[in-house]
């Protein structure tokens, strides 16, 4: 059920990305610090930035998953 519901985000998430693109704007603090970086630029780096912020992440979410539910 759980997997329905993700791959449900999903495929909204795919179907509506302009209107979502809208709404994060290209001057925000954010965004600009990204363009800004040389290391952002390089798509290894960029890849290698994301992989890390997941591998960070995850293990946040699974020990507030376990938390909750004690």
Known sequence: MLFLLGMMGIGLVIIFRYPIQG???NRSG????????????NVWLAGLFIFVVNRVL??????LLNLTSI
């Open 23 to 25: 709404l994060v704007s």
């Open 58 to 63: 995850l293990p946040i979410m699974v020990l």
């Open 30 to 41: 954010f965004v600009v610090l990204l363009q800004r970086a040389p290391w952002f630029q």
